[in-house]
């Protein structure tokens, strides 16, 4: 079982993979359009730009010595043009990467969103849920900004530098060549820092994925937390995550601040050489505007240079967020709807087991060929020690899980080759885990078929005896709830799930522990509800209160991952095998 | 700056090093304006000389033109140093502010109580200690320096173009008022929708969380297209707002860079106009056409910056709401000293209420160091209610709780809880080994105590079956285990602490009455007899109690041992006579 906590860093590949990047054109694809209009704005804005130092070298040279007043109105007045041309072209730029930006964010996040529905429970039972939630919420917003305004900004500055190469090259090819040399003593330390800057950006995400987590979970589990007065104990750890986060992150971004300076001292250096080879080797072949001229070109050669390196900090940043999300979306499915899966019909109810084969793990089989028919409207309990494979019976016909061999069918139907959805939308199942969602009463009551009207949801209560203590509360049905508030007692909160599983009026029932919670009073009455619920349907039920498990038509005993007895209350009685045992052993513990 | 003064005072002693951060960006700045004084003197007084006369030999130009030049070398190596180590210098001191905000948040949400958690998603809880942290800690990082850069460039830009000529300076500054006008306006309109991003955000992020902790009950109900739906509504709401906030940017920045843009197009027309005039000299237009872009590039900054700024207040302002949330319950100034606590439990007719309703009302119990009781009622008849007295999770309206005749608000609040072992109805376990949640109340417990816990519990055994034993870890809420497993682990969780009370919650529901009675039989058993407090549903559970109390409505209407109730012929016989009923049935078959 390969499990995850707070303070255990997931593993990555340690190796720079382009890969991530290119799959991520998947996603800018679609914006395509918006994004070459980015771009060509971008351009022509900063093609206005340049116009501004030529009017003023012309205003200087030939407007002030001619007192040309009016060519001086009206190329200033041109002027002004181009600087409303260029400021309505960054309003379309910032418009343009905005809407492709957040678009991107909103695809990824719902690609994960989705997947995420599709994942097994194994995925979710096996890691802080904190760090699903970073990937899905925080992950994706980091990695909008290059993947927009990132992208676009190194085109421009790859443009920016294609010109000044060409400028620099039609003025004076040997000097130029004095200028590139500065590049691969760059590049050696670019390539040189390029793993252990990767390194530390995976580590920063690693330790801020730690610290979420830790923070998800303690906000969760407050009400333990206090008490049990372990606090600031718990404040330790989270001071310890923080410290970790903030040591990552120094680390990381100190390496990203050495590339800065690297360029910086390369160009004086570039500066140097020029003035220096241009006087003691070239001085007979150069004139002083050249020299100049190629000085203010070197600088400005490698101010695209030292934003292209930022960008790719950025990169590589972003790059370690992507691979997380990407791994997530690459999360194998093991339970989806096969090719040509078929929309099961309504069903009447008869399960059957055949030979069933199943493990979670490699060769630690959970059930081992198990057989068995429930007709249609049969009740049925399951028995049997803790882990013996009564839940695991339960999640496999509503198909949570694959088998290794043997069939579960449906009225017949296998249902491997039937579509999800038809499945569990026929099956009204009832777990130990009752989950509220953040929301009104009614709502959550509602969860079990959307179109009910207030009145179904209501009357639902009613059945279940819900309606007593809900109509008691404030606002009634819509008093807010969550899962966290303790505005419910455990007990209410079972006979919410169960108004909502009643409500969705399934052909098979199944029900997992559901009324443990439930005070005797109640749950003597929920029985009778629960009574003509059974009634006409197929029903699986795991308890442990006799009374519960005796009126069933069929008895199951479970052990050891196979069927031990099957029958009746009466026949397995007389049997006086395990589960006479069990039942005697009940007795006398009362 | 309200908001800018509370984070800056987070800094403490920080603050000496970001304030060297803000002289190295000046140093820096200023060492670059010397380059390119440097540059120009080697361009004037070296080059320009030599290739006007041909006949200076070239070893005495590189003789003077030489130490120039290593001067710009050390003069660019300085610089790098200085910008490193300001960027260097900044980080740290706004990370420390960032790790000061995460610690002081973390430890008031563990000061909170129910009504906090009430009326704080988690969603928004998380935000407010991530996300918004982090923008507050870009603010002081970034957003600060650039305003601080953008006021210095524009002091010495007017100082220089007041002292050049004020009639050409007041020319360029007839626009200014549009700027600045349009930049307020940009940040008062686009704050709020700053706000409303951030809410979104919360919401976005609670719809995920639930997702992903009920997966569980989406599956099972198929409700995967409505979650989608539900999750597109609020991602959708989220895009919207986000291009809202766009949309504010894109009308008002246009306006800024427009404004900024002209006055550089002015100053050299109106330059131009008034050297023609013979107002100003050529060299003069020179220097403030050179240093027009020194005005033009604050203004075009300030658009970004109202934006930031913005951005940070609300974030800011969400901190802060967390930060100074006020804290209901809270340990006393000068608690009662307790060596330590026998767990007599005294509950003074104690009463509380909810928003006027009664929860409780007149509770009177008096429970001897030692002693078991059991406490049965309806549900959410206010069980859970009365622990949450004893462990001060709520306090009494009127009435008192006591341990020890000591009334518990007077206590230390750890230690009170210290002494509590609880195991609560709603059984949440952390997603940490088997054997860190047994040890939870007590992480430096002997491994042998987390066993013997185990044991008395009847979880030794199931765990010892687990793929790695003690070792494996449990889901996020213990999932992935039974109910009756999650129970075992929440009792030994509290039999660990090994406390002089002990609150049972309905812990043994989903467990079969065998294991109940071997539990049983282990708590009798245990040396140290704790007071234990029992909450069932079954007979069996508190038949054994030295008192049971019968609550209803938040009441006690019964109360007395097995026997005496049965002889009241209450709501306890009601429900043994039920119970029992089934029982007797199936005793009556068994013997047949």
Redesign the interface.
């Known amino acids: 079982m390969a499990r995850n906590k707070f303070n255990v860093d997931e593993t990555l590949e340690s190796e720079f993979n382009a890969q991530h990047l290119i799959r991520s054109l998947h996603y800018i694809k679609k914006y395509k359009k918006l994004l070459i209009g980015a771009f060509c704005f971008s351009l022509t804005s900063s093609v206005c730009s340049l116009l501004l130092p030529l009017f003023t070298k012309n205003a200087i040279d030939e407007y002030i010595p001619n007192k040309a007043v009016k060519s001086l109105l009206i190329a200033g007045f041109l002027i002004i043009m181009t600087v409303i041309i260029q400021a309505i072209c960054n309003r379309m730029r910032s418009r343009c990467s905005a809407i492709a930006g957040q678009s991107i964010v909103r695809d990824i996040r719902t690609d994960l969103f989705v997947h995420l529905q599709e994942l097994p429970f194994d995925y979710f039972d096996s890691r802080p849920h904190g760090k699903i939630l970073v990937r899905v919420i925080n992950y994706v917003n980091s990695v909008s900004d290059f993947l927009t305004n990132g992208m676009i900004n190194v085109l421009l500055e790859i443009v920016n530098m294609g010109l000044i190469i060409v400028f620099m090259l039609s003025m004076h090819v040997r000097l130029t060549l004095v200028v590139f040399a500065g590049l691969p003593v760059f590049a050696i330390y670019i390539f040189s820092i390029k793993r252990i800057q990767r390194r530390a950006w995976q580590r920063q995400a690693n330790k801020q994925s730690n610290f979420t987590a830790y923070l998800a979970e303690s906000i969760n589990g407050e009400r333990v937390t206090q008490s049990f007065a372990r606090e600031s104990y718990n404040a330790e750890i989270n001071r310890q995550l923080a410290q970790e986060s903030r040591e990552a992150y120094l680390h990381a971004v100190t390496i990203n601040h050495s590339i800065w300076p690297i360029t910086f001292v390369l160009q004086r250096v570039v500066q140097f050489a020029i003035y220096f080879i241009g006087v003691y080797y070239l001085r007979n072949s150069l004139a002083l505007g050249v020299l100049i001229a190629m000085t203010s070109y070197a600088n400005r050669f490698w101010t695209p240079i030292q934003n292209l390196s930022n960008y790719y900090n950025q990169m590589i940043n972003t790059v370690s967020y992507l691979e997380r999300i990407f791994q997530l979306m690459d999360e194998p499915v093991s339970v989806t709807d096969p090719e040509g899966a078929q929309v099961l019909p309504d069903i009447e109810g008869e399960v059957s087991f055949d030979d069933v084969v199943f493990e979670y793990e490699k060769d630690r089989p959970v059930l081992k060929n198990v057989s068995f028919t429930a007709k249609p409207g049969e009740s049925i309990a399951l028995v049997g020690p803790t882990g013996a494979g009564k839940s695991t019976i339960i999640n496999l016909i509503s198909r949570f899980y694959n088998l290794k061999s043997g069939v579960v069918a449906i009225d017949g139907h296998d249902i491997a080759n039937a579509t999800l959805k038809s499945i569990r939308s026929q099956m009204g199942i009832m777990l130990q885990d009752t989950f509220i969602f953040s929301g009104s009463i009614i709502e959550n009551i509602r969860y079990g078929r959307l179109d009910a009207t207030d009145e179904e949801c209501i009357a639902a209560a009613k059945r279940v005896h819900a309606d007593e203590f809900i109509s008691k509360m404030p606002q009634g049905y819509y008093t807010q709830v969550d899962e966290r508030g303790d505005v419910l007692s455990a007990g209410q909160r079972q006979l919410l799930s169960f108004a909502r599983t009643l409500l969705s009026d399934p052909r098979i029932l199944i029900l997992d522990e559901a009324t443990s919670s439930i005070d005797t009073n109640t749950e003597v009455l929920v029985q009778e509800g629960i009574k003509e619920l059974l009634k006409n349907r197929t029903s699986f039920v795991v308890a442990h209160r006799l009374s519960t498990i005796k009126d069933c038509d069929r008895i199951m005993y479970i052990s050891d991952g196979k069927i031990a007895e099957s029958g009746n209350h009466e026949a397995l009685m007389q049997k006086q095998g395990l589960y006479y045992q069990l039942y005697t052993s009940q007795l006398s513990a009362e | 700056m309200q908001e800018a003064r509370w984070i800056f005072s987070f800094l403490g002693k920080s603050k000496y090093k970001l304030y060297a951060a803000y002289v190295m960006s000046l140093l820096f700045n200023g060492l670059l304006a010397a380059n390119t004084v440097l540059?120009s003197r080697?361009?004037d007084d070296v080059?320009?000389p030599?290739?006007e006369n041909l006949k200076i030999p070239?070893s005495e130009?590189?003789q003077q033109?030489?130490p120039l030049?290593?001067l710009?070398?050390g003069i660019?190596?300085v610089?790098?140093?200085f910008?490193?180590l300001s960027?260097?210098f900044r980080?740290?001191a706004s990370?420390?502010v960032?790790?000061d905000l995460?610690?002081a948040l973390?430890?008031k949400?563990?000061?909170?109580?129910?009504d906090f958690?009430?009326s704080n998603?988690?969603g928004d809880?998380?935000n407010k200690?991530?996300?918004d942290v982090d923008v507050c800690n870009h603010f002081l990082c970034w957003v600060s320096f650039s305003m601080l850069d953008s006021i210095i460039m524009l002091v010495i830009v007017l100082i220089v173009f007041f002292s050049v000529s004020w009639k050409f300076t007041l020319c360029e500054l007839a626009l200014a008022p549009i700027a600045g006008i349009t930049a307020l306006r940009m940040g008062k309109v686009v704050r709020p929708i700053f706000g409303e991003a951030r809410q979104q955000?919360s919401r976005?992020?609670?719809v995920?969380?639930?997702?992903?902790?009920?997966?569980?009950?989406?599956?099972?109900?198929?409700?995967?297209?409505?979650?989608?739906e539900k999750?597109?509504k609020e991602?959708?709401q989220?895009?919207d707002l986000?291009?809202k906030a766009?949309?504010t940017?894109?009308t008002y920045?246009?306006?800024l860079?427009?404004v900024a843009?002209?006055i550089?197009?002015?100053a050299?027309?109106v330059?131009?106009?008034l050297?023609?005039a013979g107002q100003i000299s050529?060299g003069q237009?020179?220097i403030f056409?050179g240093m027009s872009w020194m005005l033009n590039s604050p203004m075009v900054q300030l658009g970004f910056l109202i934006n930031d700024f913005q951005r940070f207040r609300v974030s800011c302002e969400r901190v802060r709401e967390l930060y100074d949330s006020s804290v209901e319950i809270k340990s006393p100034e000068k608690p009662v000293e307790m060596e330590e606590i026998k767990g007599d439990v005294d509950f003074d007719h104690a009463t509380l209420t909810f928003?006027g309703?009664p929860i409780l009302t007149d509770i009177n119990m008096h429970i001897p160091a030692g002693s078991t009781i059991g406490i049965?009622?309806?549900?959410?008849s206010g069980?859970?209610t009365l622990f949450n007295l004893l462990?001060r999770?709520v306090d009494v309206r009127s009435g008192s709780v006591k341990v020890d005749g000591i009334d518990v608000r007077l206590f230390d609040?750890?230690?009170?809880?210290?002494n509590?072992g609880?195991a609560?109805?709603?059984v949440?376990l952390?997603?940490?080994?088997v054997e860190s949640n047994i040890a939870?109340?007590c992480?430096d417990t002997p491994v042998e105590n987390v066993y013997a816990s185990a044991e008395d519990a009847d979880a030794d055994g199931?765990v010892r079956?687990l793929?790695?034993g003690y070792d494996?870890?449990v889901?996020?809420?213990g999932?992935?285990l039974?109910?009756?497993?999650k129970q075992r682990l929440a009792l030994a969780?509290a039999l660990a602490?090994n406390a002089p009370i002990l609150i049972l919650d309905?812990t043994t529901?989903?467990?079969?009455?065998?294991t109940?009675?071997y539990i049983q039989g282990r708590l009798r058993a245990r040396a140290k007899k704790a007071t234990t407090l029992i909450v069932a549903?079954?007979?069996?559970s508190v038949k054994n109690a030295d008192c049971i109390y019968i609550l209803e409505n938040g009441k006690i209407t019964e109360s007395g041992t097995h026997k005496e109730l049965l002889e009241k012929k209450g709501y306890y016989y009601?429900?043994y006579q039920?119970?029992?009923g089934?029982?007797s049935a199936?005793?009556s078959?068994?013997q047949q």
Not at chain 2, 413 to 418: I, S
Not at chain 2, 430 to 433: A, G, I, M, R, Y
Request: charged share 20%.
């Open positions: 540059i080697i361009a080059l320009t030599m290739f070239t130009v590189m033109m030489l030049l290593f710009t070398l660019g190596l610089a790098a140093l910008r490193f960027n260097i980080e740290q990370q420390k960032t790790f995460r610690n973390y430890q949400l563990g000061l909170q109580t129910r958690f009430l998603r988690s809880l998380i200690c991530s996300g955000l976005l992020n609670t995920v969380q639930e997702n992903i902790a009920g997966n569980r009950v989406v599956r099972a109900f198929a409700r995967e297209p409505f979650e989608i999750f597109h991602n959708d989220y895009f986000q291009l766009n949309k940017w894109v920045s246009p306006i860079e427009t843009n002209t550089n197009a002015t050299v027309i330059g131009s106009l050297a023609i050529v237009l020179v056409t928003d309703n049965m009622g309806p549900t959410g069980k859970s462990t999770f609040l750890n230690q009170l809880r210290r509590i609880i609560l109805q709603d949440f952390f997603s940490d080994t939870y109340g992480p199931f079956k793929p790695d494996t870890i889901g996020e809420r999932m992935g039974s109910g009756g497993q969780r602490m309905d529901s989903a467990v079969d009455l065998e109940e009675q549903q079954r007979i069996s009601h429900i039920i119970q029992q089934n029982i199936a005793e078959e068994v």
